[in-house]
């Protein structure tokens, strides 16, 4: 009952804008750069479908104008702060037909969850992210390799006015994805579990009393650079702030 | 789609978004408020508070450490008042932890701790909610493998229309005089 109702909610979305696909993210063994104290080591990663390209524009058009809430001038400041969508032209409309096709920014965790939501999904957990962002066009884990990482790095060097490319125009790694580095920063679920301190010298004194429990967070891999600037940048982060360079893609859990 | 037919969807899904009532204001919680279950059973919204403050902490009850502080702290701010402003104060608990924090096991740590109702309400949202609650709060939290919680400790202050007045991290030690002069001023 409940996910034919879903289906017969969702199917007039689908009229606006075609969701992006999803691909699936097969289980693996994985070991996350940052270091956790309760958790070392390499851990599985359970099998998942992620959105093959971020989300775009237009079809986050298509999910504003069915649920209206979310409208910039309808949300409310708890849920988007100073920024929400203000790119676009109008309160549900993107300011070009270029910028429909390129990736939604401005937006908040909130929303970008809500969005998941409506399409039946969630927002990645960093590990899903980082587990499927280790990837080149051929292997599903190239961290290792000194060329691809400079290729990473190589965005962040380079201005942030640079028009947006389109959502997907990348080149697939491994698994189909597109687009993980190299376009936007992306939200993930619990970018407020991170924890980590913007600064890395003081991981070595984690403040005890605002925090309960143990489970301090250090960096196990000072070389993954440009992982470790996602990390600080998304635990920088309000749940109701937006940025002009992030955005989001969702996951679902295979059953 | 029809406009019946509109509001429907929007209901069955947006389960986490209230209906608040007209007039309340365009950043109070109450426009969002997650439902929640107490230690009673019984169905719980931030807004069944409306018309009062409250001050809101996340929690979970088998944190050994910070835990048992926070509830001493927000005891130390409720002692500063004198017992009219106390009665007018509210307190709400909310579980970072609803897998384990059942409503018997909430029921059992307002029992221990002597968080009586009316002021004290120990609440579990659905997990689904757990992450938007906190992030209206502004509480970050990571379940640890052990089943403990790395978790920000605040207290938050609610005033009568659901908006955030003040926030203290400060736990440990004398209540924090500015968000005890808030509570007060949030009484008035």
């Known amino acids: 009952m409940r996910a034919a109702l879903l289906l017969a909610c969702l199917a007039p979305l689908a009229a606006l804008a075609a969701e992006p696909g999803y691909v699936r993210v097969p289980a693996g063994q994985f070991a996350t750069v940052l270091a956790y104290e309760d958790a070392p080591g390499p851990r599985r990663i359970d099998a998942f479908e992620m959105m093959a390209r971020p989300v775009s524009n237009a079809d986050f058009q298509a999910f504003v104008r069915s649920h209206p809430q979310w409208r910039r001038d309808r949300v409310s400041p708890l849920l988007a702060g100073h920024g929400y969508l203000e790119h676009w032209a109008t309160r549900d409309k993107p300011a070009s037909g270029a910028q429909a096709g390129q990736p939604v920014t401005h ?18 957990r960093w590990i899903e992210w980082e587990y499927a962002a280790a990837a080149d066009e051929r292997r599903r884990d190239a961290r290792r390799d000194p060329a691809w990482r400079e290729r990473i790095l190589a965005w962040y060097a380079e201005p942030a006015t640079r028009p947006l ?35 890395n010298r003081d991981q070595g004194d984690p403040d005890k009393a605002r925090f309960c429990g143990a489970g301090a967070l250090s960096v196990a891999d000072r070389e993954q650079y440009a992982v470790l600037m996602r ?21 679902k859990d295979v059953r | 789609m029809n406009a019946l037919h ?9 389960p986490a978004m209230a209906v608040a009532a007209a007039g309340t204001p365009p950043d109070s919680i109450f426009r969002v408020d997650p439902p929640m279950t107490d230690a009673r059973m019984q169905h719980f919204a931030l807004e069944d508070r409306r018309g009062h ?41 909310v579980t ?15 029992h221990e701790r002597d968080l009586d109702p009316p002021a004290w309400t120990l609440a579990a949202p659905a997990a689904r909610d757990v992450r938007l609650l906190a992030g209206l709060l502004g509480i970050r ?28 991290e400060r736990v440990g030690g004398r209540p924090d005089p500015a968000f005890v002069a808030a509570v007060r001023r949030a009484l008035q």
Not at chain 2, 78 to 93: H, Q, Y
Request: glycine share 6%; hydrophobic share 45%.
């Open chain 2, 53 to 93: 403050p409250q001050i809101v902490s996340m929690f979970y009850t088998s944190c050994a450490f910070t835990c048992p502080m926070l509830i001493d702290a927000i005891k130390g701010v409720r002692a500063e008042l004198d017992p009219g402003e106390r009665a007018r104060l509210s307190i709400t608990l």
């Open chain 2, 141 to 168: 939290y990571r379940a640890l493998a052990d089943g403990d919680f790395n978790h920000t400790t605040a207290l938050i202050l609610l005033d009568a229309e659901g908006r955030i007045v003040a926030r203290t």
């Open chain 1, 165 to 199: 490319p389109a959502s997907g125009a990348g080149a697939p790694n491994a698994y189909g994805l597109r687009d993980l580095h190299g376009v936007v920063w992306e939200w993930t679920d619990d970018h407020a579990s991170l924890l980590v301190s913007a600064d």
């Open chain 2, 96 to 110: 970072l932890d609803p897998a384990r924090d059942t409503p018997a096991k909430l029921a059992r740590t307002a």
């Open chain 1, 107 to 124: 937006v908040s965790w909130f929303a970008a969850s809500a969005y998941c939501s409506a399409q039946g999904a969630r927002l990645p």
């Open chain 1, 231 to 251: 990390v600080a940048l998304l635990s920088s982060l309000e749940a109701a702030d937006s940025t002009s360079l992030l955005g989001f893609r969702c996951v």
């Open chain 2, 6 to 14: 509109r509001l429907f969807c929007l209901l069955a899904l947006a």
